[in-house]
C-alpha cells in the first residue's frame, strides 16, 4: 500500500493545502494520505491567537473527510499531538514505519520545506524511513528543485519525485489569518473549515451566532457532519425552498429549517442523550432507544440554543422524523422536504415528489405511511406520533394513498 505523510500547523487547513494533497496523491497514486497537524513545530512558534493542537485536528479531519471519497482515502491523524516535545519529522516517520511496516511512504512537501530539508533534524532518518515527493509550482523552481533532489539522493540515498503543479493556489496562512481576523478571507477556505471556525470563534472572528447569514448558517451546519451527508442537506433546502414559494410559506424560514434539519446527525447515542438533558427536552422511551429519532429533538435544541432560531423552525427540525398531528405548515413543508429531496432514489419518491405539488396534506400522508410500513418491515416500533399523524389526516381526507 502507498501511504501519503503530509504534515504541518495547519493553522488552519486551507484549499492551497487540500489542493497539494488531491493533486499530488494522484499523481503518486496514493491508497491512503495521512494529514499530520503538529503540536509543536521545530522551526517556529506559534503565533499569539492560534486554534489550539485540538481545534487545529479537528479542523483537520473535517479537511481530510472533504478530501476523502475519491483513490486515496485521507485521514487526519494525531501521532504528533500524542506526543510531548517538538514535532520532529524524523520521529513521526520513525513511528509510521512501525506502523505500516510493510507499506511504501512518500512524505509530501512544499517548495520552502523541500528546499531546505538537509536543514532538518535527522535528514537521514527521514530519507531513510520514507521516499520524498516535493511539489511547486513557480517556473523558476526547476533548478533548485533539481539541485535539492541530487543533494539528498546523493547524501542521504534519498527516492525523490518532483511533481510540478502549475495551477497550485499558495495561499500564506499568516496573511489568511489576518483576513479572517478583519473579516474577510473565507474564499481560501473549505466552506466546513470556516464553518467550524465561526462556530468557534477563532482567528478573530467574532460573529453572533444567532444573527448569521444564510451563507454563514450553512457553513456553520455542514462543519458539524460528514461530507456524504450534504448533498441530502442541500437537497432538502432547495425542496424546502420550492415547497414554501408553493404552499405559500416563509421561504428563508423553510431554508434555516432544512439548513440545521441533521446538523446532529452524528452525535452518538451518549451525545444525544447528554444534550437533551442539558437543554430539558423531553424524550419518551422510543427515543431514546431510536438513535436515527433523536437527531430531530437534540438538533432543535441546537437550533434554539446556539444559533437562536425562533420557535417555528425549531418545532419544524423536532418533529421532521417522525411527524406530529396537526402539523404546522413550516413542519408540513420541512417534513416532506426531507423524504421529497432530489438525492433521494426510493422508487416512491417520483410519486411523492408529483403529490406534493398537488396536495400537501396527501403528500404528508403518503409519507407517514412510507414511514409506518418501513419500520414495521424492520421489526421496529412505530413511534406514536407518527401515528396520530397519520390518524389526524386521515380523518382529515376520505382518500387513502398506499405506502409505496
Not at 10 to 30: E, I, K, T
Not at 186 to 208: C, F
Not at 248 to 268: P, S
Request: aromatic letters at 8%.
Amino acid at each position: 500500500m502507498k501511504i501519503g505523510v503530509y504534515g504541518g500547523t495547519f493553522n488552519p487547513p486551507h484549499l492551497g493545502h487540500m489542493a497539494a494533497a488531491r493533486d499530488v496523491s494522484a499523481a503518486l497514486g496514493l491508497d491512503k494520505l495521512l494529514l499530520i497537524p503538529d503540536r509543536t513545530p521545530p522551526h517556529k512558534e506559534l503565533p499569539a491567537g492560534s486554534a489550539s493542537p485540538d481545534q487545529r485536528l479537528e479542523m483537520t479531519r473535517i479537511a481530510a473527510d472533504r478530501l476523502s471519497g475519491g483513490a486515496t482515502k485521507v485521514i487526519a491523524s494525531d501521532v504528533e499531538l500524542r506526543r510531548t516535545g517538538r514535532s520532529y519529522t524524523a520521529d513521526t516517520l520513525t513511528q509510521l514505519r512501525e506502523q505500516y511496516p510493510e507499506d511504501e511512504l512518500w512524505l509530501l512537501m512544499g517548495t520552502d520545506m523541500f528546499l531546505t530539508l538537509h536543514t532538518w533534524y535527522r535528514p537521514d532518518i527521514i530519507c531513510q524511513k520514507a521516499h520524498i515527493a516535493a511539489f511547486g509550482r513557480a517556473a523558476g523552481d526547476e533548478a533548485r528543485f533539481a539541485e535539492q533532489k541530487a543533494r539528498l539522493e546523493r547524501d542521504y540515498g534519498a527516492t525523490v519525485q518532483i511533481i510540478p503543479l502549475p495551477g497550485l493556489v499558495e495561499v500564506s496562512s499568516t496573511q489568511l489569518r489576518q483576513e479572517l481576523e478583519q473579516g474577510s478571507g473565507q474564499t481560501l477556505l473549505d466552506e466546513s473549515v470556516y464553518g467550524y471556525i465561526l462556530r468557534q470563534g477563532l482567528y478573530g472572528v467574532k460573529k453572533d451566532l444567532t444573527r448569521l447569514s444564510l451563507e454563514d448558517l450553512r457553513a456553520a451546519s455542514y462543519s458539524m457532519v460528514k461530507a456524504k451527508r450534504l448533498p441530502h442537506i442541500r437537497g432538502t433546502e432547495e425542496e424546502a425552498a420550492l415547497l414554501a414559494r408553493r404552499w405559500g410559506a416563509d421561504e428563508t424560514a423553510a431554508r434555516k429549517a432544512a439548513i440545521l434539519h441533521d446538523c446532529t446527525k452524528y452525535w452518538n447515542l451518549q451525545e444525544q442523550l447528554q444534550y437533551c438533558e442539558k437543554c430539558g427536552i423531553l424524550l419518551d422511551q422510543v427515543e431514546r432507544e431510536t438513535l436515527s429519532l433523536l437527531h430531530a429533538k437534540s438538533g432543535a435544541g441546537v437550533a434554539r440554543q446556539v444559533f437562536g432560531m425562533p420557535e417555528e423552525i425549531c418545532s419544524a427540525i423536532c418533529w421532521h422524523t417522525t411527524g406530529k398531528a396537526d402539523m404546522t405548515l413550516l413542519e408540513k413543508i420541512l417534513y416532506i422536504a426531507d423524504y421529497a429531496e432530489p438525492s433521494r432514489t426510493y422508487d416512491w419518491c417520483r410519486e411523492l415528489r408529483e403529490l406534493v405539488l398537488e396536495d400537501l396534506d396527501k403528500a404528508v400522508l403518503y409519507g407517514l405511511n412510507v414511514t409506518v410500513d418501513h419500520t414495521r418491515k424492520k421489526g421496529q416500533t412505530i413511534h406514536y406520533r407518527t401515528l396520530e399523524a397519520r390518524e389526524y389526516l386521515l380523518a382529515q381526507h376520505s382518500t387513502t394513498f398506499p405506502a409505496k
